[in-house]
């Protein structure tokens, strides 16, 4: 005979005494769970984004992939900007698809990090572009705090602020 394992035991432990706990006091146990969406806005780790069809989870491991290769060949760092748009892609698509996920501003700093470790004006537009989206849909978040620092960082003078005038 096979044994439960550990955590299905615990939960029907928890079951049993939650029913047992409340129906003295004349409160019935739920008989449906609530439905996944009410629980979450975030994206299920199974569903795939934009062009590449990149999980969640492949977004980070691509982008941590990316900065090691830029930062162990700095002399080829260029050679990483299509693969980075091919990742902000996908989270633009999460993005549409979960507006509320609130791990996409983590990803957007990783990602303007990313383009900032790239040492051409090409990667410096990327990740200004990063911040633009970063002000007009998170300003309110840590993580736009964070990006913002990150630009300081890179260039040396602070970024543009959202009053600002962009020069032609």
């Known amino acids: 005979m096979l044994r439960p394992s550990r955590i299905v035991r615990s939960a029907l432990i928890s079951i049993i005494v ?7 006091m004349g409160v019935a146990a739920a008989t449906k769970p609530a439905p ?31 900065a090691q290769h830029v930062m162990s060949d700095p002399s080829n760092a260029a050679r990483s900007i299509p693969m980075l748009a091919l990742i902000e892609d996908s989270v633009h698509d999460w993005e549409h698809k979960y507006p509320h996920d609130s791990w996409i501003p983590q990803d957007l700093v990783r990602l303007e990090k990313d383009y900032l ?16 989206w970063m002000r007009a849909k998170y300003s309110n978040s840590p ?4 990006a913002e620092r990150q630009a300081d960082t890179a260039f040396g003078i602070p970024p543009p602020k959202a009053d600002s005038t962009t020069p032609p």
Request: hydrophobic content about 45%; cysteine-free; proline content about 5%.
């Open 117 to 132: 470790l790239i040492p051409s004006m090409e990667g410096r537009r990327h990740a200004m572009a990063i911040l633009k």
């Open 18 to 24: 939650s029913g047992s706990l409340l129906a003295p």
């Open 36 to 66: 996944a969406s009410s629980l979450t806005t975030g994206a299920p780790l199974d569903e795939y984004f934009g062009r590449m069809k990149m999980s969640i989870i492949g977004i980070k491991n691509e982008l941590r992939t990316v």
């Open 143 to 146: 993580e736009f705090a964070r």
